[in-house]
């Protein structure tokens, strides 16, 4: 039964993120209106607090307003920084950690708003028939600093510096000034209040313009790229500090045939080249988001696992790569498009 | 790249994001903001009861003092959500220079209900507002359902944190009196900014309230410092029932903010998303026959 609904793993994560778009964008009709209501103010994805119908609010909101208006201005204040101020904070640390030990990195590839927004975005560039650019390995090592350059500067120094009074106050929540997912979940509630741009002051007026600029690149450029936003998601690094924590995880045992065959570096939507050289821990990388597309157009047995813990929750087989390729080549072409566009070689460099 | 910055990060984050998590909500009632933003403080707009916030807390986040205007109450009543039993419903005496109130305990409980009560001479006024603590705590829906007094105005639902009562916005209120919904009955609305209107109950006794294009022109200096709250404006609903020889005069008030668009540009937004489009549009070209990457014949 449940094979006959969901035949690929591609296609079980697809009806996962459908589900998660509803629930992170809309959510707040299911689970409730209030954030003591919300399914977390602590998710480890780009749900945004500006959508005013979601169920869940990204981690990310408290973090810069934790470092703007607690740490900052009480490191101003020099007050003191007791372990009775430390200990709820580290009993509602297993909040965040409820959710991220359990499904660890699944939060980018599984559930982000964002992330499944992209995704849509490409595959409708597959089914148009335009062309696919990947990032070469050269070129995707100069890109992966930028996601913990914007994680250090704009969620976390910027709003610790609001705090101290040093830079303005529109820096306490620098991150979600300039984050796309602000106006793309707001806009599919029909609200276009976040698109509009703040003119009161030159700095509102230079990050709104940032934001709807990025958001704009990022809505065509996901017709061409594979998750063109994730790849300088702060959420992604984030994640990426914490990802050894979690039980959940990508496995890979070495093969001969890796060298030649780099088919799962193909099929990785963030271009993790590492995947096909690399095995061991070195494989599961700080950019990996567990889609565990991977593991699906792995060809061999056993080679790449999807694991919780010691238990595999799914192993790579040459049998399920066979049906796999029947409908989708590994970098996303449709197979029935693919026929007309010879595949192979229809992948341009960044 | 990632072990070194990992190290360093770990700590950072974990007491950050534990921190966040602990309270990511800004403490304060959003009509305390408005005590002290309009010109029009201290100016009698309203001949209806109040209970107004009133400014300075002293850094401390669970109290708060609020001041009883055309009313003259012996005790203050504080509606908790969830806590200890005996401090769900408290009394407190009400003194000329503002009656301080507390979150239900110090680090918890976000939504309160505060109400006044006069009986006299056959006529029974009740003020009420709600005030948010910046504490974790449940959410308002059976605190604001909970009946409390005769005749009631009751938010369906009370904006959430990140949110606002807004220009322009319609937001339900239901009218109920001994627990019953009043249905045909007239809710006024005064905003401090000198708008008088009214709306009618339906059957189930639910009043939409449109919030009125009011507020006056900010101060430039500081019409735009939205990291500091977004201006409000005081405003009260009343309404008044009569029944077994006594008349009854509700009144809730809290604070609402400036329409949506204001001080924001649409266009601009939008230009700015279809200029990243454009720089983004190469990426859809295809690239010449001769690089070997390339699609032949596209």
């Excluded at chain 1, 060298?259 to 099929?267: E, H, L, R, S």
């Excluded at chain 2, 959430?160 to 322009?168: D, F, N, Q, T, V």
């Amino acid at each position: 039964m449940f094979k006959s609904i969901f035949p690929t793993l591609g296609r079980f994560r697809l009806f996962i993120q459908i589900a998660m778009l509803l629930l992170t964008v809309y959510g707040s009709n299911v689970v409730g209106f209030y954030m003591a209501e919300k399914i977390s103010n602590a998710l480890p994805a780009l749900s945004c607090a500006f959508d005013q119908q979601n169920g869940s609010y990204c981690v990310l909101i408290p973090t810069q307003h934790q470092l703007h208006h607690r740490v900052g201005e009480a490191l101003v204040k020099a007050q003191q920084f007791t372990f009775q101020m430390v200990l709820p904070l580290l009993f509602t640390l297993l909040t965040f950690f409820t959710f991220f030990v359990v499904l660890s990195k699944v939060f980018c590839g599984w559930i982000c708003p964002l992330g499944t927004i992209q995704e849509l975005i490409n595959k409708l560039g597959r089914r148009l028939n335009l062309p696919l650019r990947r990032f070469e390995d050269g070129s995707v090592s100069k890109v992966r600093p930028v996601k913990w350059l914007v994680l250090i500067v704009l969620v976390l120094a910027l709003p610790l510096l609001a705090g101290l009074g040093v830079t303005p106050h529109a820096t306490g929540d620098a991150y979600c000034q300039v984050c796309p997912s602000r106006l793309a979940t707001t806009l599919l509630t029909a609200n276009t209040e976040q698109l509009a741009i703040r003119t009161g002051s030159t700095l509102d007026f230079v990050f709104g313009a940032i934001a709807n600029t990025l958001f704009g690149f990022i809505l065509v450029a996901a017709l061409a790229v594979r998750q063109p936003f994730c790849r300088i998601c702060p959420m992604l690094s984030f994640n990426a500090t914490f990802q050894r924590l979690s039980p959940m995880r990508l496995v890979k045992k070495q093969h001969d045939k890796c060298d030649k065959c780099g088919i799962c570096a193909k099929a990785c939507p963030m271009d993790i080249h590492e995947i096909a050289r690399e095995h061991g821990s070195k494989a599961f990388h700080e950019d990996c988001t567990l889609c565990g597309r991977c593991v699906e157009f792995c060809p061999d047995d056993d080679v790449i696992q999807m694991k919780w813990g010691p238990i595999a929750l799914f192993s790579s087989s040459r049998e399920y790569y066979k049906r796999r390729m029947k409908g989708e080549m590994p970098d996303g072409t449709i197979k029935a498009a693919a026929v007309s566009r010879k595949p192979e070689s229809g992948v341009e460099n960044a | 790249m990632q072990r070194p910055i990992n190290l360093i990060l770990s700590v950072t984050l974990m007491l950050a994001c534990a921190s966040g998590v602990a309270d990511g909500r800004p403490a304060g009632n959003p009509a305390s903001a408005a005590a002290g933003q309009g010109k029009w403080q201290g100016r009698e707009w309203t001949k209806y009861p109040l209970l107004t916030p009133m400014m300075g807390r002293g850094g401390d986040r669970a109290v708060a003092k609020l001041a009883v205007k055309n009313l003259q109450p012996a005790e203050l009543e504080v509606f908790a959500a969830e806590g200890p039993v005996d401090r769900l419903r408290r009394q407190i005496p009400v003194t000329p220079e503002g009656t301080q109130i507390e979150a239900v305990t110090p680090k918890i409980g976000n939504y309160h209900w505060v109400s006044a009560r006069e009986e006299a001479e056959g006529k029974v006024t009740v003020a009420s507002t709600t005030y948010f603590f910046g504490n974790p705590g449940a959410a308002p829906t059976a605190l604001l359902l909970k009946p409390k007094y005769e005749l009631e105005i009751i938010p369906q639902p009370l904006p959430r944190e990140h949110g606002a009562y807004r220009e322009s916005d319609k937001w339900k209120f239901l009218l109920r009196f001994n627990g019953q919904p009043l249905a045909n009955k007239e809710l006024k609305l005064e905003t401090e900014f000198g708008t008088k209107t009214a709306f009618t109950s339906d059957a189930q006794g639910m009043v939409t309230v449109l919030f009125p294009l009011d507020f006056k022109p900010a101060d430039p200096a500081k019409a735009h410092d939205h990291h500091m709250g977004p201006r409000k404006g005081k405003f009260v609903l009343a309404a008044e029932h009569d029944e077994g020889g006594t008349h009854y005069l509700t009144a809730f008030n809290y604070a609402y903010s400036p329409d949506a668009t204001t001080g924001k540009n649409l266009l601009a937004g939008a230009g700015f998303g279809v200029f990243g489009m454009l720089l983004a549009a190469p990426l859809l070209r295809r690239k010449k026959a001769n690089n070997k990457n390339s699609v032949k014949g596209a």
